[in-house]
């Protein structure tokens, strides 16, 4: 039986914990929930890791919640009653929907988008939208209209991005598990640097109904949990067969939980020799060596490998997203809904006031780079290309899963940077996604755990597996969990 004699207790459980004594009836999930509340309201002010709370909404949900934990209604899921955010560029029906944008200020969405609808088939809370990189574009959620997201580790630096809001939250013990977007890392590389556990499912494993687009073709939702058995619980709630979504996997699907408690004796585990780039901070690298050891020492068979094409990846990612994006974020003119021109003398004038003062200057810069990429005269020896190198990355990829179950890697190359350190060398900061985006381009699933320590501040270890091998990763990352204990290390705040 859980007990929990102080608040930090509560506030750094995992979802399972929090289940186990709603069973035991120690505590309701109405009780969790104002808890969570509080807890929001005393370190928004250091966070910012909440766009918007909705605090009747969500003890509304609670107390439905308690009905089903108590045998009313349908039978209880993994999350019902357990509080939840969710990133603030999916779909709500009746709450404002920004992606963290001006453009759209006042966005109130008639409809929940299809993870947001799970969710709440599935009894969970939702506490509010977390704060973001402007439409998931950035890796440190300095890109917010509503201002940057503070690692609770250290307030001075980054949470990453995009999914910053919500790796913060979870961290700092502000909700139990928290959903964001992936399109290049915006998971995985704010749960590295926030010290929690962070999975991009296989692209079409969820729906991505109700995502405002960023790049369509890499877009991709998840959770980030405190614990991998969290991650496998709430993947299972989320995955699922959505006709709204032609990328959609129409396909039976697994539990994910199945072998939490498997075990990677025997399996065969590559280490790609490119991950480890230059410019990797000595700290990650070391925790990265001594996590191949913990590998070794369970039972793994860890051997090196190459891939080469990896050093194209970031080339060809920053070809495609913004390509994508300049088509996706081609409806916002500023008619139909969010900021709008009230004094402009033509429609294309105010389609233009409305992107020139909504947009931030990361999104315009993807919006220019994506559209000369697309321009005539320069589609072929560009997106074409990428395209091209693109499908040879997929190949590669699945060529070393002929020989590898899964391949571990570290999540980025850095511990979280301090606040503005990157922001005037685009270059520099589009490199922390290095050792991510690969598997976005090629559509595989990915998790990051903690995997160590460095300057006190936690470092991730991404474990990669190979199409709809979703249950390998966590089944791996598992492994490493149960015989580490960092995920157990939560920030002083």
Not at 290 to 315: F, R
């Amino acid at each position: 039986m859980t007990t929990w004699s102080t608040d930090s207790e509560l506030y750094f459980a995992t979802a399972r914990e929090l289940r186990t004594r709603f069973d035991n009836r120690e505590l309701s999930s109405v009780e969790a929930t104002r808890a969570m509340l509080d807890r929001i309201e005393s370190l928004e002010p250091d966070l910012n890791s909440f766009i918007t709370v909705t605090p009747e909404r969500a003890i509304k949900q609670a107390r439905l919640a308690d009905q089903r934990l108590r045998g009313a209604g349908q039978e209880p899921t993994a999350l019902t009653g357990v509080p939840v955010m969710v990133k603030d560029n999916f779909s709500t029906e009746g709450v404002e929907t920004t992606a963290a944008s001006k453009i759209l200020k006042g966005y109130i969405p008639p409809y929940d988008g299809t993870a947001v609808q799970l969710l709440k088939e599935a009894g969970a809370v939702i506490l509010g939208k977390g704060n973001l990189d402007e439409f998931a574009m950035g890796s440190s959620n300095e890109n917010s209209a509503y201002g940057p997201v503070h690692n609770p580790w250290d307030t001075d630096r980054v949470p990453g991005g995009s999914s910053g809001g919500p790796g913060a939250a979870v961290a700092a013990g502000e909700c139990f598990v928290g959903f964001g977007s992936d399109t290049g890392g915006s998971i995985r590389q704010p749960a590295a640097l926030c010290g929690v556990v962070g999975m991009k499912p296989t692209y079409g494993l969820v729906s991505r109904y109700g995502l405002l687009a960023f790049g369509s073709s890499l877009d991709q939702i998840g959770p980030m949990t405190r614990s991998v058995a969290d991650c496998a619980d709430a993947l299972n709630v989320i995955s699922s067969h959505d006709h709204r979504d032609s990328t959609s996997v129409p396909a039976p699907f697994a539990d994910f939980g199945q072998d939490l408690e498997s075990g990677i004796s025997g399996m065969n585990i590559g280490v790609p020799k490119e991950y480890l780039v230059d410019g990797i901070e000595p700290g990650v690298r070391s925790a990265f060596e001594a996590s191949l050891k913990t590998l070794e020492d369970l039972g793994a068979n860890v051997t090196e490998t190459s891939l080469p094409l990896t050093d194209h990846a970031l080339a060809v990612y920053y070809i495609i997203a913004p390509s994508e994006a300049s088509a996706n974020l081609s409806r916002y003119d500023g008619v139909k809904y969010g900021l709008g021109s009230t004094d402009s003398r033509t429609s294309a004038e105010a389609t233009e006031t409305a992107r020139g003062k909504g947009f931030g200057e990361e999104v315009k810069r993807r919006i220019f780079l994506g559209t000369y990429a697309l321009s005539a005269g320069y589609y072929d020896a560009y997106y074409k290309k990428a395209q091209r190198v693109r499908t040879l990355i997929r190949r590669e990829f699945t060529d070393a899963f002929l020989k590898f179950d899964v391949l571990v890697t570290p999540t980025s190359p850095s511990v979280a940077f301090k606040i503005g350190d990157k922001m005037d060398d685009p270059f520099k900061m589009y490199m922390n996604d290095v050792c991510t985006i690969p598997v976005n381009i090629a559509g595989l699933p990915s998790i990051s755990i903690p995997g160590g320590m460095s300057e006190g501040l936690p470092v991730g270890l991404q474990f990669i597996g190979p199409q709809f091998g979703d249950t390998a990763v966590i089944q791996a990352a598992a492994a490493y969990e149960r015989a580490t204990g960092w995920h157990l290390e939560h920030p002083l705040i």
